[in-house]
Structure formats: C-alpha cells, structure tokens
C-alpha cells in the first residue's frame, strides 16, 4: 500500500490516506507523480500531496497530521510541542 500525506500552505500534514500499490505503478515501478495523478484524477481530492512511507524508509519518517513537511529537505518532522512530564509527588 502507497500513503500520502495532504499538506496545507503552511507544510503541516492535514490528513494522510492509503492508495493500492497497482494505482501508483507505471511498468512496474512505483511512481509518485502517477498516485498524485490518481488522487486528482480518479479520487478527485485538491491539495499538495506528498507521498510518504509507513515503515518510515523515506522523507525522514512516516508524515502524521500535525507533522510539518520541509521542502528543502524533503523530510517530514513532528515539530509539535511535547507534553511536560508529570513529576510523582511524594505523600507525606
């Protein structure tokens, strides 16, 4: 299976689907550009999809939403904030 992650003008993930190996591959090799042309021209969606890998072999990792997408790097990041710890308080 081929994922894609939908970016919004701001590089960050909005959504991610999932398209059939057989509809992304041209003489058999998979090929980005044909699941870009499949998710416009069969699915009908809009939008900046970039293709991503789910076993996290390309573009720096899987793209989840809420990851940012840089170009000129052409990774994908969570830079999103991460939750403080809870610090155990001792009763006494």
Same mark, same amino acid.
Do not use: C
């Given at each position: 299976?081929?994922?894609?992650?939908?970016?919004? !003008?701001?590089?960050?993930?909005?959504?991610?689907?999932?398209?059939?190996?057989?509809?992304?591959?041209? !003489? /058999?090799?998979?090929?980005?550009?044909? /699941?870009?042309?499949?998710?416009?021209?069969?699915?009908? &969606?809009? /939008?900046?999809?970039?293709?991503?890998?789910? !076993?996290? !072999?390309?573009?720096? /990792?899987?793209?989840?939403?809420?990851?940012?997408?840089?170009?000129? *790097?052409?990774?994908? *990041?969570? &830079?999103?904030? *991460?939750?403080?710890?809870?610090?155990?308080?001792? *009763?006494?």
């Amino acid at each position: 299976m081929a994922h894609f992650a939908k970016i919004d !003008n701001n590089n960050i993930v909005e959504t991610v689907i999932v398209i059939a190996n057989k509809d992304i591959t041209i !003489n /058999g090799e998979e090929s980005e550009q044909a /699941g870009k042309d499949f998710i416009a021209n069969v699915l009908k &969606l809009e /939008g900046d999809w970039i293709q991503t890998s789910y !076993n996290g !072999n390309s573009r720096g /990792g899987y793209a989840g939403i809420g990851h940012t997408y840089n170009k000129s *790097k052409d990774i994908f *990041k969570d &830079l999103r904030p *991460k939750p403080e710890p809870e610090i155990p308080r001792i *009763k006494q």
